[in-house]
Structure formats: structure tokens, C-alpha cells
């Protein structure tokens, strides 16, 4: 959606380098349960979520001073699909109702520290950078989709190669909301032809964690110039004839911070994400 706001260009952030041990999604991998995944990122474990403590719910993280707050929220509710809000904290806060006994400042396998909208860290743990007046937001992410795509017969390329999604800012601006704005970032799977219906339905029905895609085929619609350079994530090697596929991603949020530099944020680093104790079925609408 256009509107009359200048936005300030984003551009993409390298990630630092792993210091810790990587998550390696194996079998082991995908039976742990959310409170054992949590425990481990608490230790120091550190990597892409995508298959993690397979069918439950996991959550992008965003978390703002309280006087940002409101107009993160109104983000949120303006732009539903990249934004899902799944929980909201209490200011200062670091639990959700979303997992028992979780810790939000040391329990996601990476995070970034945002000042006035320039990256300025990605440590393992943010008590040292937390503030009484923070307001965390958990939003859908697309990962939880995956149980679903999986059962359709649909093939996820990055896992099977032991990736992190790809992700690209888009020239898709989403609505304002007071002094947020900023363009949509997407997550992308190359998807043979014979499963995009599959695919379309299937994500359809979990609108709570983005819903179906965004646009299907040629990336130059959306501004995306080369899908082996993507500005998150890690590329993807397609298979012959597959299509890519786009949806909105949480990690539109980063782009707003990055594009509106409010003076201090806190996120989840793209792709490792926060394992809840939901089940993902229980955001399928029926």
C-alpha cells in the first residue's frame, strides 16, 4: 500500500558471526519439547528454529519502550498479515502467557539490540540491555505453517537443506501507524507447481501466523531483484520448474525500526525464533 509518508531507505544487516554452538535440526531436533528447545537457547544454543519442537506455535519477537508501544500495536493491527499479534507484555515484563516459566530476555537462540534504528548487537542473552518500560509483542511466524505444508506433501526446501528461510525487503510499503512506517519483508519457498494449491490452502487457513502468500512467481513485482541474495536468511537452491512463493514475515517489524529509528528496540535475530508451548493446530481456522 502506497502513502504520501517519506520512508527512509532500509538496507540490509549482515548477521555476526556464531560464537556458540549451532542448532543442527536432526531428529532429536524436531521431538524436543518447547520448555527443553527454550532451555537450551537459554545455554547458549544458537540457530534457525525451522523445525524445532515440530508442531509448536514459534514467534517472532519485537519489544519497544512503552512510550513506542501504542503505535507499535496500531503497526500491527494496520498491517495484519506481516504483523499477527499473538501476545502483548505488560511494560517491563519478560513472561507471556504464550509458554510457563519462559524468560524472554534469554530464552530465543539470538537476538538484536537496535539503537535509533542502526543494529548495534546480537548477543545470546538481553538482560544487561533490558528496560523497565519495555513492551514485548510475539507475532506469527511463518515456521508454525510448516507442520502443515509438511502433511499436505508440500517440500520445504530450506529445511531439507538445513537452511535458514530466505528473506527480502520488499518495495510493498505497509500502512503508517504514528511515527512507524516501513516496507513489508517476506519470507520466500520455492514450491513445485503440482503443491501451490496446496500450499495456498493449507497457509490459508492459519491467518494468525501470516495466512497465504503475499504473490506467487515473478519477485520483480515485488521489488526483489535476485533470490540468491536475500537481505535475511540464507539463499535456497530451487529445484527445476519450482515456483517461488512469497508471505509476509514478521520480521517487518525490524524494517519498520529500521526505516522509523525509534531510539531503542530489542528483536529476535530473522529466523531464530521464540518456541511457545501453543500447538500449531490451534491456530488453524476450521
Known amino acids: 500500500m502506497k502513502h504520501s509518508h517519506p520512508v527512509a531507505p ?3 544487516v549482515a548477521p555476526v558471526a556464531a560464537d556458540r554452538p549451532v ?3 536432526d531428529e532429536q531436533a524436531h521431538a524436543w519439547s518447547p520448555r527443553t528447545a527454550r532451555s537450551r537457547f537459554r545455554q547458549g544454543l544458537t540457530g534457525p528454529t525451522a523445525g524445532v519442537a515440530a508442531g509448536h506455535t514459534q514467534a517472532n519477537l519485537i519489544a519497544v519502550p512503552a512510550d513506542w508501544a501504542y503505535d507499535m500495536l496500531l503497526f500491527c493491527t494496520r498491517n495484519p498479515q506481516p504483523c499477527p499479534v499473538l501476545d502483548v507484555t505488560d511494560a517491563g515484563s519478560w513472561t507471556t502467557a504464550l509458554a510457563d516459566g519462559a524468560d524472554l530476555r534469554t530464552d530465543l537462540p539470538r537476538y538484536r539490540v537496535w539503537r535509533d534504528g542502526e543494529l548495534v548487537e546480537e548477543p545470546t542473552d538481553v538482560r544487561a540491555h533490558w528496560r523497565d518500560d519495555l513492551v514485548s509483542f510475539l507475532i506469527g511466524c511463518s515456521f ?3 507442520w502443515a505444508l509438511s502433511a499436505a506433501g508440500v517440500p520445504i526446501r530450506h529445511v531439507e537443506q538445513g537452511r535458514n528461510v530466505p528473506m527480502f525487503v520488499t518495495t510493498r510499503q505497509c500502512r503508517p501507524a504514528g511515527r512507524l ?3 513489508m519483508v517476506v519470507s520466500m519457498r520455492p514450491v513445485p507447481p503440482a503443491h501451490l494449491d496446496a500450499a495456498i ?3 490459508g487457513l492459519l491467518p494468525a501466523v501470516h495466512g497465504s502468500p503475499v504473490h506467487c512467481g515473478d519477485p520483480s513485482a ?3 531483484g535476485d533470490l540468491g541474495r536475500p537481505d535475511f536468511g540464507d539463499p535456497v537452491q ?3 520448474g519450482d515456483i517461488p512463493v512469497f508471505w509476509a514475515c514478521g520480521v517487518t517489524p525490524q524494517a519498520a525500526v529500521m526505516a522509523s529509528r525509534p531510539p531503542f528496540a530489542l528483536t529476535h535475530a530473522p529466523g531464530q525464533m521464540f518456541l511457545t508451548d501453543a500447538r500449531d493446530e490451534q491456530y488453524r481456522v476450521v
Open 201 to 203: 490452502r493449507e497457509t
Open 238 to 240: 530451487a529445484q527445476p
Open 181 to 183: 512506517r516501513g516496507p
Open 222 to 224: 515485488l521489488g526483489i
Open 10 to 12: 532500509v538496507a540490509p
Open 144 to 146: 508454525t505453517f510448516e
Open 23 to 25: 542448532v543442527l535440526v
